[in-house]
């Protein structure tokens, strides 16, 4: 394919999340769009990164597209695969420096919802996948990137189930309740990038895609986003290049990257 | 007074009775483990049985079952199904993934719930699975993410009650497991909030392997997840192999050796055990079929019976599975040879990993054999 369509807005995630990797970093992997990220990263600009994932694999050659976070291609000629438990511990002892993870909600302070949507425990309206590994990397990674779609069904007021602790109720909470991680540093939606305000620890805009305006942002947010002072910076795109590799060699069957019909 | 002390408001959060407090216990009870350790034959003896008497034997009715593997990674699919066949009621299921309960749960097989994590990653959400944890098909009995359960494995393998984590700290889970408990480190002078998680002891394991010896000494290839702690924590471990090596292979090559025959109550020769999922080195995620199982049988109430009919009732074993789902001889060779590429164990240059998804409109909803082409 040689189009020269720019990034659709799963593709132009996956570019601004590749960009949080610095060469030579190990970055621990969740399913779905990191998993793109990574690879990206490790074909353009941080060739000598290192992926970990929680099945347990290391440093995978480069091949196809992983189709689940414990697939032969998460292990493709790895030189080891630790088990669970060890892997995780990686991240406890300070060897993995950023993790990736996805969100079914998040609310204002990076706290994660996978467990399930609407109503109670016991009475919801869906159940989702639960933890797997979110809450462990939340927990314990150095610094953290969330990654997904945003609309206010997503970025919300109160998540309807915490799985995975961001800054929990903002200020000190998160080092109080003992968590050894960072916490999250950035997240990265279809509208744009975020951080966390040093005190608050409330999401702050830190960028927005083209086209995107602060307004069209906060209607995709059920929680007022804070704004930076001064003018908001554009998310700068991936050039055609990039958009090359990304579509001809990261995800050619475009399994995470092709828009939902 | 019960031998355990479970948080009252952790029970209530979950609405388990102080009377159903034994469904509990037999998770965290080390002594009934290490009797069952203890009693079983610790000598190097032929262990060879078939799976339908290894299910019979020792898969009882309201037994701790443990996945194994990774969801759909090497885990014993078909030796589940056959635990389904016999009518095995009452299970309790934990693992971490603990996927492959879901299609256990709408017959009986599997009632409680202890969940980690259930789905098929980009394939879906598990629809039938929320279906049965909401209308009490299945009751969840705790929540983990997948690093604390692995902890609480690797705490039996090691021969501790329990190990601190800093996992599950400021989260909900917490409040809904009722295994674990938040604790001050005792070593710190500062306050540091830590988790207790106790050393976890289910009742039966099977794990599905490369080789094994007739004692029951198991190789795996690729990721073991947490499979060498849970047969090391398990009463009962059933091996399934897809082949059974002499003894003298493991004393000549013990690379991948990672449970011991000790451990083992039955070594059942079972090549494809692993079907419907896939076997790293030996064969590939038959794609479609996955697809089939999330987007179709698990979507509605009801469908789950044809799913049934398909894997239970109109497949004996795993080889009519391959037979009479994946299109037979093609779907080995071509199977091997996607996995082996991926893995870069093959030449993958041209070696085409197109195929078909299974959609929800799909034109032939009834062919699951991946539509592949390039082998021939």
């Known amino acids: 394919m040689t189009e020269q369509r720019p990034a659709n807005p799963l593709e132009m995630i996956a570019y601004v999340l590749s960009q949080q990797i610095k060469d030579g970093e190990v970055v621990y992997i969740g399913t779905g769009l990191p998993m793109v990220a990574g690879i990206l990263a490790k074909k353009t600009h941080a060739p000598n990164m290192t992926m970990v994932y929680e099945s347990g694999a290391q440093n995978p050659m480069p091949g196809a597209m992983p189709w689940s976070v414990g697939g032969p291609a998460t292990w493709r000629k790895s030189p080891m695969i630790l088990e669970m438990a060890y892997s995780f511990g990686q991240l406890y002892n300070g060897y993995v420096d950023k993790a990736f993870l996805g969100y079914a909600q998040i609310d204002m302070y990076g706290n994660v919802n996978t467990h399930m949507i609407g109503g109670d425990f016991h009475n919801y309206k869906n159940r989702l996948t639960g933890s797997g590994g979110n809450n462990d990397l939340s927990s314990l990674a150095k610094t953290l990137v969330l990654v997904g779609l945003q609309s206010p069904q997503k970025f919300v007021k109160n998540v309807d189930f915490i799985t995975s602790p961001g800054y929990l109720t903002g200020g000190n909470s998160r080092k109080e309740a003992g968590l050894v991680g960072g916490g999250p540093i950035a997240v990265i939606t279809s509208a744009g990038t975020y951080d966390f305000e040093p005190e608050s620890k409330r999401m702050r805009i830190n960028s927005l895609h083209p086209g995107v305006s602060p307004e069209l942002a906060q209607l995709a947010s059920g929680f007022e986003l804070l704004k930076p002072s001064g003018e908001i910076p554009v998310t700068s795109v991936p050039t055609q290049d990039i958009i090359d590799i990304l579509r001809r060699e990261v995800d050619p069957r475009g399994v995470f990257t092709s828009m939902p019909s | 007074m019960g031998k355990f002390t479970y948080n009252k408001e952790v029970l209530a959060n979950l609405r388990i009775d102080e009377k159903e407090t034994h469904l509990l216990d037999k998770l965290l009870d080390y002594e009934s483990a290490k009797e069952a350790h203890s009693k079983k034959s610790h000598a190097a003896v032929d262990k060879r049985i078939s799976i339908k008497e290894a299910i019979n034997e020792y898969v009882k009715d309201g037994d701790i079952l443990t996945d194994t593997g990774f969801s759909y990674v090497r885990t014993p699919i078909a030796a589940y199904f056959e635990i389904i066949r016999q009518g095995i009621k009452g299970l309790q299921n934990i693992g971490s993934p603990a996927t492959s309960q879901s299609y256990m749960i709408p017959f009986g097989t599997v009632t409680h719930t202890h969940w980690s994590y259930c789905g098929a990653e980009m394939r879906g959400t598990d629809r039938n699975m929320s279906r049965c944890a909401k209308n009490g098909k299945t009751k969840v009995l705790s929540e983990w993410s997948h690093g604390s359960m692995a902890q609480g494995f690797k705490a039996a393998q090691l021969g501790v009650p329990g190990l601190y984590s800093k996992q599950l700290l400021g989260s909900d889970i917490i409040k809904y497991n009722p295994f674990v408990r938040q604790v001050d480190n005792p070593i710190k002078a500062e306050k540091d909030p830590c988790v207790f998680i106790p050393a976890l002891y289910p009742d039966v394991t099977i794990i599905h392997v490369h080789q094994a010896d007739k004692f029951g000494n198991a190789k795996i290839y690729g990721p073991i997840v947490n499979d060498v702690a849970i047969a090391a924590a398990a009463r009962k471990v059933i091996i399934t192999a897809e082949e059974i090596v002499p003894p003298s292979a493991f004393r000549n090559d013990n690379k991948g050796v990672v449970i011991p025959f000790v451990y083992v109550d039955a070594v059942v020769e079972m090549p494809y055990g692993a079907l419907m999922g896939s076997m790293p080195g030996l064969y590939y995620w038959p794609r ?35 037979d009479k789902l994946l299109g037979g001889s093609k779907w080995l060779a071509n199977s091997r040879r996607l996995t082996k590429a991926e893995e870069y164990d093959n030449e993958d240059e041209g070696v085409d990993f197109n195929y078909k998804e299974w959609t929800r409109d799909d034109p032939n909803p009834d062919d699951t054999t991946d539509q592949f082409k390039a082998i021939y």
């Open chain 2, 288 to 322: 479609r079929l996955w697809e089939k199982a999330m987007r179709h049988w698990t979507y509605k109430e009801g469908a789950m019976d044809e799913f049934y009919e398909t894997f239970i009732v109109n497949c004996k074993d795993q080889y009519d599975i391959i």
